[in-house]
């Protein structure tokens, strides 16, 4: 269940600024007398970079030391809600509101929890509450339209859909459910005016494409089922379902090649999926390709061990590749459920004969000619057309070879909500890599398990000791709680050397040690303040430099998530940033990194002309650095360059920057569409 609307969960004008760091050489978490205030800011920041187990921590010690609190309620509400724990959440969210019962978003939250455990009648009362408090809420009266369908209530449904209507005259989705009504009450016509005055309004909506073509499927409109989920799958090209259900169309127009491309795209998405699986099947059967479709059957087979139609297509496959035996032991689980199957029977008495079983072949032969005394022998199994499919649920052993499709195929119904994922939920898809920081875990992903190499930082490590190595990484990793209970203990022994330290020269890379910690759990503000003490005994430290403009960075960005201005090198905050990575550079200028890293700041405040001069400059230094050629690349896109914003992204997929290959799939149609 997807798309609930919801508030923003981060109004961040109400955090309060300035709050107190804490004394520097005291451990944070020792003997603490806690900052709720900043234990929530914390926990915040957290929760929006998806940090969900660590955000939990932070908003446990904020219940604990004020549990009359409503915020840190909801917000650990919020973060349960991320990891799946819709109960848990629930009773986070009940807690809030018994605490301050006016506040929408819990009531918003609590009733997406209930919906995932389909309470669908309290999630009416909890969205009925909340629209008394915010009855000017389009998401809040999408998503109880949605409890009404679920609950098929489809009168209210309907009365309330067109309430909206009046209010939302253009609101795409409003005429999607209307359409998901009329369906569910069988008025396929009205059904089908609702969907196209919603495409009309919203051509880019990939689910209402595919809601449209379930009836194209139904009526057997194969031409027109394909085109519509060709635009489905160009909106949504990670839905499994919808490449089966085109792999379905495309077959029946005799498009084998399209409908088995259609069927391997939809198992790399879902390995698991059943009907991916039998069909592809069945698919290979029919142009010769039995030994994987052996290998598919078997997949269902495991999936279900006592599937009998599946069991009986792959004895049919273990006979033609010579399996006699084995096709034997399939065909007689198949005919001891299904005994008056006398197609499976005459089946197994080939099988019996070509193994020199004469007496069990005539047995077999008998038996059937026994049952249909007045019928041509070869004249029992009926007659299936290719094209033929059965509902899964359908188990008559007849159709053993006919397509299976789902039993029932409903609209995806999409419940609004900014709760998936970043919290804010409002990025583009085209963001660039973020900026390298410094991290006590190395760098590892899908492709590359290489650590990224400094020399800086490979010189802090031999000269100086503070217990872990630094590392250099770009990709952040979200801590479980054995992890983030590590990182808690080494700031405290970190903070107890410190606060038995008194010379600078050793206060200095112990504080960066400790502030690379602090980045590390979310806290930007603890760390921006140690990288400050360090800087205020020795302004040229490098990596002090670049680990603290990383932190204000992270600052900026978290504060001005939810206030809709774009962040600009004009503002003094991002000024700050920019001098403190100059500082860096100004003392370390072939440094690809800082290099890198400008050029971030520069690209995600839209100003690709420098972004592009920076990303060559770390390219000129590194020339196998991926991340910048795909971060100028996609800055050249920015400025209507693609095909150098191609070449870049080539290159970067070349190295390993594999995400960049849908992007050049999705700029190479539209540079294509714009040529013609």
Not at 612 to 618: E, K, L, M, Y
Request: proline share 4%; net charge negative; glycine share 6%.
């Amino acid at each position: 269940m997807k798309g609930f609307h919801l508030f923003k969960l981060f109004r961040l004008s109400s955090l309060r600024e300035g709050l107190g760091v804490g004394l520097l050489l005291l451990p944070l978490f020792v003997h603490a007398q806690y900052n709720t205030d900043r234990l929530i800011t914390i926990g915040r920041s957290a929760l929006y970079y998806e940090d969900y187990v660590l955000s939990i921590q932070y908003f446990n010690q904020a219940i604990a030391a004020k549990p009359y609190l409503y915020e840190p309620w909801f917000l650990r509400g919020a973060a349960k809600f991320n990891l799946d724990d819709f109960a848990g959440a629930e009773r986070d969210c009940s807690e809030a509101i018994g605490r301050n019962p006016f506040v929408v978003g819990c009531y918003e939250l609590r009733g997406l929890c209930r919906i995932q455990q389909e309470k669908f009648a309290d999630a009416i009362g909890d969205y009925d509450r909340a629209l008394q408090l915010a009855p000017d809420s389009r998401s809040l009266w999408h998503n109880r339209v949605l409890c009404h369908i679920q609950n098929e209530d489809y009168t209210t449904a309907l009365a309330q859909l067109d309430t909206m209507q009046t209010r939302w005259s253009q609101y795409a989705p409003a005429y999607t459910m209307r359409a998901d009504v009329y369906l569910q009450t069988k008025d396929t016509a009205q059904a089908i005016d609702a969907m196209e005055r919603s495409l009309e309004l919203d051509p880019y909506n990939g689910h209402t494409w595919a809601s449209r073509s379930l009836i194209s499927l139904q009526r057997k409109e194969w031409k027109n089922a394909e085109e519509q989920l060709d635009h489905a799958i160009h909106l949504l090209p990670r839905q499994g379902g919808y490449y089966i259900n085109r792999a379905l169309a495309r077959y029946n127009q005799n498009n084998l090649r399209g409908a088995m491309a259609d069927y391997d795209m939809a198992l790399e998405i879902e390995p698991n999926n059943f009907l991916g699986h039998y069909n592809r099947g069945l698919l290979r059967t029919d142009v010769g390709d039995d030994n994987r479709a052996i290998d598919d059957f078997n997949f269902v087979l495991r999936l279900e061990p006592d599937n009998m139609l599946a069991l009986f297509n792959r004895a049919v496959l273990l006979d033609r590749t010579g399996d006699l035996r084995g096709a034997v032991r399939d065909y007689t689980k198949v005919i001891d459920e299904y005994p008056n199957f006398h197609y499976g029977i005459l089946q197994r008495a080939r099988c019996y004969r070509r193994l020199g079983m004469t007496q069990k072949a005539e047995l077999d032969e008998f038996k059937v000619y026994k049952a249909q005394l007045y019928q041509h022998l070869y004249g029992i199994q009926p007659h299936q057309g290719r094209r033929s499919q059965r509902k899964r649920s359908d188990l008559d052993p007849d159709k053993y070879n006919q397509m299976v499709v789902a039993d029932e195929q409903e609209p995806e119904r999409e419940y609004q909500s900014e709760y998936r994922g970043h919290v804010q939920n409002q990025r583009a898809q085209e963001q660039p890599m973020p900026m390298f920081a410094l991290a006590l875990e190395p760098q590892s992903d899908d492709v590359s398990r290489q650590p990224h190499y400094d020399a800086l930082v490979d010189d802090f490590n031999r000269q100086e000791h503070c217990g872990r190595t630094l590392y250099v990484s770009n990709q952040h990793a979200t801590l479980d709680t054995p992890h983030s209970t590590d990182y808690f203990a080494y700031i405290d022994s970190l903070s107890t050397v410190l606060y038995n330290t008194r010379t600078s020269q050793h206060i200095m890379p112990l504080l960066l040690a400790r502030a690379v910690a602090y980045t590390a759990v979310q806290d930007y503000a603890q760390a921006e303040s140690d990288l400050t003490t360090s800087l205020n005994i020795d302004s040229t430290q490098v990596l002090a430099l670049w680990q603290r403009a990383l932190c204000q960075w992270q600052l900026l960005r978290f504060r001005h998530a939810d206030d809709g201005v774009p962040l600009s090198t004009s503002m003094p905050q991002v000024a700050g940033v920019l001098i403190d990575l100059g500082h860096a550079l100004a003392h370390s200028p072939r440094n690809a990194s800082l290099l890198y890293n400008r050029g971030c700041l520069y690209a995600q405040c839209h100003d690709y002309a420098a972004a592009i001069a920076d990303f060559t400059a770390a390219i000129s230094v590194d020339p196998r650095m991926a991340d910048a050629y795909y971060n100028r690349g996609l800055c050249h896109i920015g400025m209507q360059a693609t095909q150098q914003g191609l070449d870049d992204l080539s290159k970067a997929g070349e190295l390993g920057r594999y995400q960049a290959y849908s992007l050049i799939k999705k700029y190479k149609k539209i540079k294509n569409n714009a040529a013609e």
